[in-house]
């Protein structure tokens, strides 16, 4: 499977991007999907995850009821809309798969992850 992450960009805060990930692969709908950030000098951390059959999502206590996690499986596409954005959403972006099909919170569990898509927000 391959990742391809893209909508990033040059934000202002209180903004509202939407990030695509667009898979290759017959068998995206069975997997679990994510996305996780990386801010310079921190680690990678969760954001937000849905499970194969989108009925079980997951988000990061810090973009809960902001940000919203989406996928088209006839477009083999994971989205992640973002609202209100904050100066500390600023940070590199990143889609994963796993073939569990879960929304795991851990990116440990993920088999697969896209380039990164550059998220700056500015005041």
């Known amino acids: 499977v391959q990742l391809q992450a893209s909508g990033g960009g040059l934000v202002q805060a209180g903004g509202s991007p939407r990030l695509s990930c667009a898979a290759s692969?017959?068998?995206?709908?069975?997997?679990?999907l994510g996305w996780f950030r990386q801010a310079p000098g921190k680690e990678r951390e969760f954001v937000a995850a849905?499970?194969?059959?989108?009925?079980?999502?997951a988000y990061a206590d810090s973009v809960k009821g902001r940000f919203t996690i989406s996928r088209d499986n006839a477009k083999n596409t994971v989205y992640l809309q973002m609202n209100s954005l904050k100066l500390e959403d600023a940070a590199v972006y990143y889609c994963?798969?796993?073939?569990?099909?879960?929304?795991?919170?851990?990116?440990?569990?993920?088999?697969?992850w896209g380039q990164g898509t550059q998220v700056t927000v500015s005041s």
């Open positions: 994963a798969a796993n073939t569990y099909g879960r929304a795991y919170r851990d990116p440990q569990q993920y088999d697969y």
């Open positions: 692969g017959r068998t995206f709908s069975g997997y679990g």
């Open positions: 849905v499970s194969y059959t989108g009925g079980v999502i």
